[in-house]
């Protein structure tokens, strides 16, 4: 059982750099160093990794400047001419060695490492940006960004310059990676609560501050730094735990500081002579470090012994036992204290592993391969995934924090840099104003502000006051500040006078090519920004999209709800923008930001019975005028309406009409299938609304073959219009988190907190659990299921059955369970929350569902993927999803002897259930929600497209 998570988070980020004036510039070797020592070896750590089927989580950062540096061509042929020099004085070395066989074996091995280096380098043909993201679609990386060019962002005066910095950031990250990051690093973890709202707006999810940050917050936060809370605004922050950061940083205890590991400070770049070196050396002669050291750090003296590798490999695997011990008796600690599976926030700057600390990278690959072969007490996780686990992380209102001296700002602004804040203030202001001046500029102009954001956001780099503080290369900083500080005021000045002067314009362009999709609109006031035509916001998400849904979280009717909370939270990731229009919440906000998605809720009365084709009427009112007033009013431009259903049909209709909107309707289920026919006047004019609906749909979406050929048939819709994309499930939002001593309540008003078999721990005597989760109506054919318990309870009479969910038919099947003799062994616990049904689950024995008409059945493929056996009805779209006796056994629909059959096949073989439930868990792929989101961003695209397929499309 997993005590509780660590979650290893690396910082990767080196300030801009590129003078296409000149080679070998001193501070290019930043890249080159940390390309050879620290993201190619760790890069070859985790492919490994992988490739070995070891499992693991990190969650990466890599900075805008960086990514642009990576993916530079001019940057990656002069990284592959320095490594050519390189191994050539390892060539060098090799020989001057040779009299001394200990330093020549040190040579040799470093020749081999750059070797290797150069190899994976050119593996990838010089651009190792697809090797990261590689990683994260394994789903071993988490990868995310920081602010565009790391400003220490408390210190940027104006939400614009705030914005302009998030919001660029997040647009190179989708342009490299083709997702938006979840989290983002804020520099040297500077929060401002000025940040939250721009944040969210941009799709990130989560942030990292330090510990100072989360202990001083208000209230103070009740499991310390051992889960994240969450900001007023919906912001969720990690904080660093100083436990897991002090063994690895202390100056006196940490890991890196051990004598057997190599000295940083001794290189042949320094010890040799000039003639010696001159392959590495700058006209100029100025001495630089190689890389090549032999010495290990030996102790306090200036008497130093030759490195070891093997040596110093095992003290790394010894630290990696040592860090892994400590860790686990300290969440064990923890768990103790806060009553749930915490986690330890380890963040560290990336360049610690391998550049400082040159054993880092096999620390990290022993750490790994530890946790996963020697112990499964503690496991690695990505913040995306812990947040997953809990529904309940507290609310707080955090103060400003970093990490840096004495956990404020004085490192970013005191004697030596504060010259340097009027300037940028300055610059913000006047871009601004023009901005906001300016909607519809000439190219030239346009060329000018953009290159002018460009100027300001590397003059606000944080690096540059850091250097001005730690006193190293302060000329070069101050140089560069100034340098980017004067071009964008020139820049503002030929922009006020309408007057470009095209030559200094496109030479500026040239020395600082970063960021080519910036867009200076992110300048601009709120409203201006709304209203600028989106074919001009270049740094806009490709499209924007309009999902029309009567249900979203907290209003559940069905599984409507987390179909539409799924796709559109995923669709934000594949860097679309997403507005809801739901219905109102009682205690909930008409607008707010969820996960990334703008959600819009409106208005209307509660359905009353008779009264409910009244209230859909209403409800499409409602939407219909928040619709309009998102279009007319605040100046939103949609690319598709996504309707959900029949019950939104007249605003979306209406909208593609009067607006010229593509239009995409999923259609979850028919008002034929769920009644088996049409028999009333209600049904005939839902039936009717449904033919309208998809006959004026340029797509319509389905979740499954079944589906497809049920629309096509019933409406007449050619099949080239119908695609079929199934549902997704979340295997992370279906584990089981205990709440202790909290009092759970079925819709009904059962007590589930006293029923043992829902929420006790679950003890080898206790009787089998057969389970059902769904609505209680009789198309999902629950008093089938109740017919057979007859024959299950007289062949098995310790079986018990929880019936979980609410409907109409609640009192009748009751009453059926009372007339069949079963009241003793039937429990109806009514509707319960996600935690709750995550408990049921991970104690049924078998979870059975049998449908008389089911699209889709999501909730049997939830219990797959919790690793419950499943029993299903051979029906509509559980067809798609269980192969019988493979990943589940198939019942005949309506037959309660098939059912029972089936149902007792699991209760007696375990191991035959166990290995139904291993197969089924690893075909789950198929259902991922990010590919699904892919395909319907595609079917987006279709849907304005003047040509059709020929076919019905399957993923």
Not at 343 to 354: H, I, K, N, Q, R
Not at 700 to 713: D, G, K, L, N, P
Not at 857 to 871: H, Q, R, T, W
Request: proline residues 5%; charged residues 20%; glycine residues 6%.
């Amino acid at each position: 059982m997993t005590l509780g998570y660590l979650n290893l988070v690396l910082h990767a980020h080196l300030p801009y750099v590129r003078h296409p004036e000149e080679e070998n510039r001193i501070e290019e070797r930043w890249l080159f160093e940390a390309l050879t020592e620290t993201y190619i070896p760790l890069l070859q750590v985790f492919h490994t990794l992988a490739a070995e089927g070891v499992d693991f989580r990190v969650t990466i950062s890599l900075s805008s400047p960086l990514i642009s540096m990576l993916a530079d061509q001019a940057l990656q042929q002069r990284y592959r001419q320095h490594m050519t020099k390189l191994l050539q004085l390892c060539e060098r070395e090799c020989d001057r060695t040779a009299e001394n066989p200990v330093l020549q074996g040190l040579a040799k091995a470093y020749r081999e490492r750059f070797e290797q280096v150069l190899a994976f380098f050119d593996a990838h043909a010089g651009n190792i940006l697809p090797a990261f993201a590689a990683l994260q679609r394994a789903g071993h990386v988490e990868l995310i960004t920081s602010a565009a060019t790391h400003a220490f962002l408390p210190y940027v005066l104006t939400e614009e310059g705030l914005r302009a910095q998030i919001a660029t950031a997040v647009d190179v990250f989708a342009h490299h990676f083709g997702t938006r990051p979840r989290g983002m690093w804020l520099p040297e973890c500077a929060y401002d609560a000025r940040l939250d709202r721009i944040l969210l707006d941009c799709g990130v999810q989560y942030v990292f501050i330090d510990t100072h940050g989360l202990t001083s917050a208000t209230p103070a936060p009740i499991f310390g730094t051992y889960a994240p809370v969450v900001t007023p605004t919906g912001l969720s922050a990690f904080a660093r735990d100083t436990s897991s950061s002090h063994q690895v940083w202390s100056s006196e205890y940490g890991y890196p500081g051990d004598y057997d590991y190599r000295e940083y400070y001794r290189d042949i770049g320094f010890q040799r002579s000039a003639d010696e070196l001159a392959p590495l050396f700058r006209e100029d002669g100025i001495r630089l470090n190689t890389g090549i050291k032999y010495d290990r750090i030996t102790g306090h003296t200036e008497d130093k012994q030759p490195y070891d590798f093997v040596a110093a490999r095992a003290k790394a695997a010894m630290h990696a036992e040592d860090f892994l011990r400590n860790r686990t008796y300290q969440i064990a600690r923890a768990k103790e204290e806060i009553g749930r599976a915490p986690v330890v926030t380890a963040p560290y700057d990336m360049e610690l592993f391998g550049h400082w600390w040159y054993e880092g990278p096999v620390f990290l690959d022993m750490l790994f391969r530890k946790m996963h072969f020697d112990q499964a007490d503690i496991q690695s996780i990505t913040p995306s995934e812990y947040l997953a686990l809990y529904s309940d992380f507290q609310t707080t209102t955090l103060h400003f924090s970093t990490w840096g001296r004495d956990g404020y700002g004085d490192v970013w602004l005191n004697g030596t840099n504060d010259w340097i804040y009027p300037a940028l203030h300055e610059c913000e202001l006047t871009l601004s104003r023009l901005a906001n001046a300016n909607p519809n500029p000439s190219l030239s102009l346009r060329r000018a502000l953009n290159q002018a954001v460009r100027e300001w956001m590397l003059a606000a780099s944080s690096d540059f006051a850091f250097m001005m503080d730690n006193k190293t290369t302060v000329d070069y900083a101050i140089e560069r500040t100034k340098r980017h500080v004067n071009r964008c005021r020139r820049l503002c000045e030929m922009v006020d006078q309408a007057d470009i002067d095209l030559a200094y314009l496109k030479q500026v362009e040239l020395d600082s090519p970063i960021f080519p999709n910036v867009d200076y609109r992110n300048f601009c006031s709120r409203r201006n920004r709304l209203a600028a035509p989106s074919d001009e916001r270049t740094s806009q998400p490709a499209r924007r999209i309009l999902l029309l849904s009567w249900e979203f979280p907290p209003m559940t009717v069905g599984g409507l709800a987390r179909h539409v909370y799924d796709l559109s939270r995923h669709l934000v990731q594949q860097g679309c923008e997403v507005h809801v229009v739901t219905t109102e919440v009682n205690g909930y906000p008409n607008d707010e930001m969820v996960v990334g998605v703008h959600v819009h809720r409106v208005h209307v009365p509660q359905p009353d019975g008779g009264a409910f084709i009244h209230f859909v009427f209403q409800l499409n009112l409602a939407m219909l005028a928040r619709c309009l007033q998102l279009i007319e009013v605040d100046g939103l431009q949609f690319d598709v309406i996504h309707a959900h259903d029949w019950l939104v049909a007249d605003a979306a209709r209406f909208l593609k009409a009067h607006h010229g909107l593509p239009l995409v309707v999923t259609i979850h289920a028919t008002e034929h299938g769920r009644n088996q026919g049409i028999k009333t006047d209600i049904q005939r004019h839902i039936h009717q609304i449904e033919r309208e609906l998809t006959n004026d749909a340029d797509e319509v979406i389905v979740c499954s073959r079944y589906m497809a050929h049920e629309v096509t048939h019933l409406f007449g819709l050619q099949e080239n219009r119908v695609h079929m994309i199934p549902n997704g499930v979340d295997a992370a939002l279906l584990r089981h988190t205990p709440q202790n001593g909290a009092d759970v309540h079925g819709m009904d008003g059962s007590d589930v907190s006293s029923t043992k078999s829902a929420l006790g721990e679950e003890n080898s005597s206790d009787p089998p659990m057969v389970l059902f989760i769904g609505r209680l109506v009789r198309e999902k054919g629950v008093h089938v299921l109740l017919e057979a318990a007859t024959t299950i309870v007289s062949r098995n009479p310790h079986v018990r059955f929880v019936i979980v969910g609410h409907g109409p038919m609640l009192e009748d099947l009751r009453a059926q369970a009372q007339r069949l003799g079963l009241a003793h062994c039937v429990e109806f616990l009514g509707f319960v929350g996600d935690d709750t049904r995550n408990a049921l689950l991970e104690q049924a024995k078998v979870a059975v569902f049998p449908s008389l008409y089911e699209p889709f059945g999501i909730v049997a493929l939830e219990a797959m993927a919790a690793g419950v056996p499943v029993v299903v009805s051979d029906v509509g779209g559980l067809s798609d999803i269980v192969s019988h006796e493979h990943n589940g056994l198939t019942a005949f629909p309506g037959d309660a002897a098939s059912v029972a059959n089936q149902v007792g096949r699991l209760l007696r073989d375990p191991q035959f259930a166990a290995q139904l439930a291993d197969n089924a868990k690893r075909a789950l792929h198929r259902f991922d929600w990010q590919n699904i989101a892919r395909q319907t961003a595609g079917v987006y695209h279709s849907a304005s497209a003047p040509a059709k397929a020929d076919t019905v499309t399957s993923p």
